[in-house]
């Protein structure tokens, strides 16, 4: 390349990125300098509050348990917990 091409490429660039501002500037506008006001939420407090024992207790029905569907020689279906 001859310093012509060169000097021209980096003029087009220059020029390129200058009205790519100026395009950029019209359509977002210029930066908001304005001050805005936010609500804060409360501090989280480190007690901890027990579960409803009518829920969470140990004869709760747990869904993480696989339960397997089978059908019996009386062609009603039982239900098998835990099994896989």
């Known amino acids: 390349m001859k310093k012509a091409d060169i000097a021209m ?3 087009i660039a220059s020029i390129s990125v200058m009205v790519a501002y100026f395009v950029a500037k019209s359509i977002f506008g210029d930066v908001y300098s ?3 006001s936010v ?3 409360d501090k989280i407090s480190e007690t ?3 579960p409803n024992k009518d829920i969470f207790n140990k004869n709760a029905i747990n ?3 696989q339960i397997q569907i089978t059908e019996t020689a009386t062609n009603s279906s039982t239900v098998t917990p835990g099994t896989q």
């Open 48 to 50: 901890v509050v027990q």
């Open 9 to 11: 490429i980096i003029l």
């Open 34 to 36: 304005g001050s805005a």
């Open 39 to 41: 609500k804060t939420i």
């Open 63 to 65: 869904p993480a348990v």
